[in-house]
């Protein structure tokens, strides 16, 4: 077992070396594509951060809002 993880990771080390080898990496300034991207999964948080704001506001009330009038329980 200690042979093969042994074996593996030092085949992952020289077929990955050229990725790290590169100089520009990142260099550029992106695309619109990742812009595009970005900006989706950020409407995506916006619009489950809405609901939940609203939901803590009606919590937040709810706790620590006037007393109503207690409903009176019959049985």
Partial sequence: M???????????TILCSSAFATE???AGGG???VAMFFGFFALIFIFQLVP???MLVGILRGLF?????QAKVSR
């Fill in 52 to 54: 939940a704001t609203l």
């Fill in 2 to 12: 200690k042979r093969i993880l042994q074996s593996t990771l030092i085949a992952l």
């Fill in 31 to 33: 695309s619109l594509l």
């Fill in 65 to 69: 809002g006037r007393d109503q009038k």
């Fill in 24 to 26: 520009a990496a990142g």
